[in-house]
């Protein structure tokens, strides 16, 4: 019942917002890879720094980095009773220097579960809503990999972006 409940006011509220735009570049900030191809290079000039970079290219360090940002969607998914298992997407994610989340762009895999692209804009639009990555930057900073859901991870620290 939540999730009905979380779907339909998003979806309402979604119509409303899909003409907000991201801060930098008019777009909005959850969209589908492949749409609003022309504002890609303004994305990558305003999140010039790679993820790798974050973490002094570290690959270990930023790999764990990206496990624990999939287990905190997993989290956000969980609290409002979205059911995202069997999700496999491709994203880009395109952080502010502060770690807040500027833009989010998804497409599902072929073998992904099929969940409405309309509900999953309408879930990641309230998790960047509510999210902020632990590390920070000089810069905005910027990710594109593939997830799937469950992620089978294990936090290697109790210390998540909502700081418990």
């Not at 570290?58 to 940002?69: C, D, P, R, T, V």
């Not at 999953?120 to 905005?140: C, D, N, Q, W």
Request: hydrophobic letters at 40%.
């Amino acid at each position: 019942m939540k999730y009905l409940l979380f779907i339909t006011l998003t979806l309402f509220v979604d119509r409303a917002l899909t003409q907000t735009p991201g801060q930098s570049t008019g777009i909005p900030e959850v969209f589908l890879i492949g749409q609003y191809e022309d504002q890609y290079h303004q994305l990558s000039l305003d999140h010039p720094t790679a993820f790798l970079s974050i973490y002094d290219d570290n690959i270990n360090m930023a790999y764990k980095g990206w496990s624990e940002f999939l287990m905190d969607i997993e989290d956000h998914a969980a609290d409002i009773d979205f059911d995202i298992k069997g999700a496999k997407l491709w994203l880009n994610v395109y952080f502010n220097a502060d770690g807040t989340i500027d833009n989010l762009s998804f497409y599902p895999k072929p073998n992904s579960r099929n969940i409405e692209k309309d509900h999953l804009v309408a879930f990641f639009r309230s998790f960047i809503k509510h999210y902020k990555y632990p590390e920070t930057a000089e810069m905005g900073f910027q990710h594109s990999a593939s997830a799937s859901f469950p992620t089978f991870f294990h936090r290697t620290s109790p210390i998540t972006a909502k700081g418990n």
